[in-house]
């Protein structure tokens, strides 16, 4: 248990300590850092859906509108 608890305990100890020297202002800064990176990939993954939602629509009216000109040729 002691190989555990000593490491954690260490861990949350330094976690503490670089909060604790931090201001406000630079607290503030790293939220707003923080939270710019999760607004880009947020925006990122939607637009990447949106994106691959549009392809399969294209594809899907490409598609059938080859095999109707197909068989207007017959």
């Not at 954690?8 to 300590?17: A, M, P």
């Amino acid at each position: 248990m002691d190989k555990f608890t000593s490491p954690l305990s260490y861990f949350w100890g330094v976690i503490c300590t670089l909060i604790g020297a931090l201001s406000l202002n630079d607290i503030a800064i790293v939220i707003g850092i923080i939270l710019s990176i999760a607004t880009f990939c947020i925006n990122w993954a939607y637009k990447r859906r949106d994106f691959q939602h549009k392809k399969n629509l294209r594809e899907q009216h490409y598609a059938k509108y080859n095999k109707d000109s197909h068989n207007d040729d017959l």
